[in-house]
């Protein structure tokens, strides 16, 4: 029997792995895109929802909520892309599955190990962009919108005087309005409350009609009221006895001029935020780990020498008959003094010891900040390393996944990518909260989730390359079509 020949790799076979290379690239390139921002869409409403308080009635411009926005997307990046790469590759290899392109691919001698070498690439290439793109970029965005929003929460409500209803949102002054034209200028039943002499409505001005505008700065709110009249009370409150007559008097045209400076947002330096983790790179915060490790074992120094000079070094006694000396259990028994001098020795003891404790109840809260300090940098450090490492992994959780199911679209595909994704945030926020609480080590805390999720991708992956067929729905449709039919056969055997 001759030997079987050994077959050439023809070029022809090399460019046919590169045109379906290709047509694979572009079957995972716009999926991705689409998925990532709408990820990012739902991450930013997600985000609106959570600081709506904070910024409903500021009278913001339409271009600062933009660019907010764009500073908040820009720190949920890496988490949206992550979950991009979930849904798109298991889209792209679930319409291949679906249209049969997998078996006809496989057919021609490409495996799915092959088939899932190019977008394994491009996804490993993404991970690396997300590690530079949280380490470089994601800290500047985090102390830019942290910024604004401080500024915006420090900003006092905009000026929206309802009809009828008393404002009190201007320093000093109660307003309320009757009735306002639609050109929100021109009012009428006019009346204001003076307050800046904190002695309750004492001082008022009321006015038949009027407009009110804001002074070109934007610092002053000003009234032009008309065919109007004040009162002031304030003097007979203020009165010791001496009579002064009620103030009032009528007019014709007044003017009122109301600082509102407060209202505007206030620019706040970059550098209140800085000291963050999170608005660090790496590098420094493997520093400030090492910094804040060293200043807690000067803590545990500290504590050991206070310990030590309480307990280990010698009493000084003095008393009537006695030279001062050190009173130690090799010099004398405590039995051998004097009631006095017992009573003295006690009582010192009992300073010591209050100072020591009190001492040791400062340094433990000193600890315990610092300790809380070093794991929130502790996390932060794992956490920039953890989050890049699941956008690779992802993938081989998709591809494999879109192979067995074989289901395209988004329906399937997106319910199963909210499903494992949930199932990871799970984890994940359980594996921080474990680690921020000190009860388990930071290191093991923030990467529990890649330990549960890396058996799962190794198992999937060769589920996929041995065409396992154990999370496929259509295998389980037709095990259940067979057995029933075979219970049905048996319940006509057993009738007859």
């Known amino acids: 029997m001759k030997p079987r020949p050994k077959v050439k790799r023809h070029f022809f076979d090399i460019s046919f792995t590169k045109i379906v290379y290709r047509y694979l690239v572009k079957k995972f390139v716009s999926p991705f895109f689409l998925t ?283 008393g009537e008959g006695w030279r001062d000396r050190p009173v130690t259990s090799q010099t004398f028994q405590f039995e051998e003094l004097s009631p006095a001098m017992q009573e003295q020795v006690y009582y010192r003891a009992l300073a010591k010891a209050d100072n020591l404790l009190g001492s040791l109840s400062q340094s433990h809260l000193i600890t315990e900040l610092k300790e809380r300090e070093l794991r929130e940098f502790q996390i932060e450090y794992h956490q920039r390393l953890v989050l890049p490492l699941a956008c690779f992994l992802f993938f081989f959780i998709g591809a494999p996944l879109g192979t067995i199911i074989r289901k395209g679209g988004i329906g399937i595909p997106l319910v199963i990518t909210v499903v494992f994704f949930a199932f990871y945030f799970v984890i994940s926020i359980f594996g921080e909260k474990m680690a921020k609480n000190g009860d388990t080590p930071v290191w093991f805390g923030m990467w529990l989730s890649t330990f549960v999720t890396v058996p799962i991708c190794v198992f999937l992956t060769y589920k996929a390359a041995v065409d396992s067929a154990v999370m496929s729905p259509d295998a389980y449709a037709n095990f259940f079509r067979k057995a029933k039919t075979l219970l049905h056969k048996k319940s006509r055997k057993t009738q007859s």
């Open 36 to 318: 990532f921002f709408l990820a990012l869409l739902i991450i930013d409403m997600q985000f609106l929802w959570k600081y709506v308080d904070d910024l409903v009635g500021k009278g913001l411009e339409w271009y600062l909520i933009l660019e907010l926005l764009f500073y908040v997307s820009a720190t949920f990046v890496t988490l949206a892309m992550a979950l991009a790469v979930l849904l798109s590759s298991l889209m792209t290899f679930g319409n291949l599955g679906e249209k049969y392109e997998i078996v006809a691919l496989k057919s021609a001698g490409i495996s799915i190990t092959s088939l899932m070498k190019p977008l394994a690439l491009i996804s490993l290439l993404l991970a690396v962009f997300s590690f530079w793109f949280s380490d470089n970029v994601v800290p500047a965005a985090y102390v830019k919108w942290r910024t604004m929003m401080y500024e915006i929460a420090e900003q006092k409500p905009t000026l929206s005087m309802d009809e009828g209803v008393f404002y009190d949102g201007i320093d000093g002054y109660i307003i309320r309005i009757g009735k306002k034209h639609r050109d929100n200028e021109n009012i009428e039943d006019v009346l204001i409350y003076d307050h800046s002499k904190h002695m309750g409505n004492i001082t008022g001005t009321y006015a038949k009609r009027g407009t009110m505008t804001i002074t070109p700065d934007k610092k002053f709110f000003v009234f032009t009221l008309y065919d109007g009249y004040l009162w002031d009370e304030s003097r007979n409150q203020n009165s010791r006895g001496a009579h002064y007559p009620y103030f009032f008097a009528r007019f014709s045209k007044q003017y009122m001029k109301m600082d509102i400076s407060s209202f505007e947002m206030q620019n706040v330096s970059d550098e209140f935020f800085k000291e963050n983790s999170k608005a660090s790179k790496l590098q420094k915060i493997g520093e400030e780990i090492v910094i804040k490790k060293s200043e807690m074992n000067v803590i545990s120094e500290d504590v050991f020498r206070k310990y030590e000079a309480a307990f280990y070094k010698d009493l000084k006694v003095r």
